[in-house]
């Protein structure tokens, strides 16, 4: 046997990212797959928290193998956003400590912190803020964190990173975003 089949499996950091699409969806088939496993799998959503979206629904029929927590305020200082940026940052914060929650209880195999990046490129949270809590993981705890900008201090201390470059999207030719394939 080598080595790489002998060494005892380890939680890894995965870090997805960029400007193009795929990052949740990404983050989602990695869940599909440690179902099939019998895997416990945690989804907990920064920023999108406000709007409807079928991964919502699609997720919670994997239940009970996988939790499903869409937590912040919707999309910050865009389109029909008109809340303060105080009460963004609040969410941030508030789904921040339920995700430590969630990892130091232990009870998932995998958790995903959807669009932490996108928290943390708004400067709604500081990096070093979610590195402490993603250390805190168990030794066999994998966590995922999607969304664009993911900030240098992460991608460092990742074990898999993962860069998602548009070369070329349909809303460039002014076609609007499709039930089931964005939202």
């Not at 400067?123 to 803020?129: E, I, S, V």
Request: glycine fraction near 10%; proline fraction near 5%; charged fraction near 30%.
């Amino acid at each position: 046997m080598s080595d790489r089949a002998e060494a005892a499996p380890r939680g890894l950091l995965i870090v997805y990212t960029g400007d193009g699409k795929g990052k949740t969806t990404a983050a989602l088939g990695l869940c599909v797959r440690a179902v099939g496993y019998g895997m416990r799998v945690a989804i907990i959503q920064f920023v999108k928290g406000s709007w409807h979206y079928g991964e919502k629904d699609g997720v919670r029929r994997l239940a009970p193998e996988v939790s499903f927590e869409a937590m912040g305020k919707g999309f910050v200082g865009i389109i029909d956003d008109k809340l303060p940026r105080d009460e963004h940052e609040k969410a941030a914060r508030e789904t921040l400590a339920e995700v430590e929650q969630v990892i130091t209880r232990g009870e998932h195999d995998i958790v995903i912190l959807d669009e932490v990046n996108v928290a943390l490129g708004l400067k709604l949270l500081t990096p070093q803020a979610v590195i402490d809590v993603v250390r805190k993981r168990p030794p066999k705890m994998h966590v995922v964190c999607t969304g664009r900008d993911a900030p240098p201090e992460l991608i460092d201390i990742a074990d898999l990173v993962t860069e998602m470059k548009e070369i070329k999207h349909p809303f460039r030719k002014g076609m609007k975003a499709q039930r089931g394939l964005d939202f």
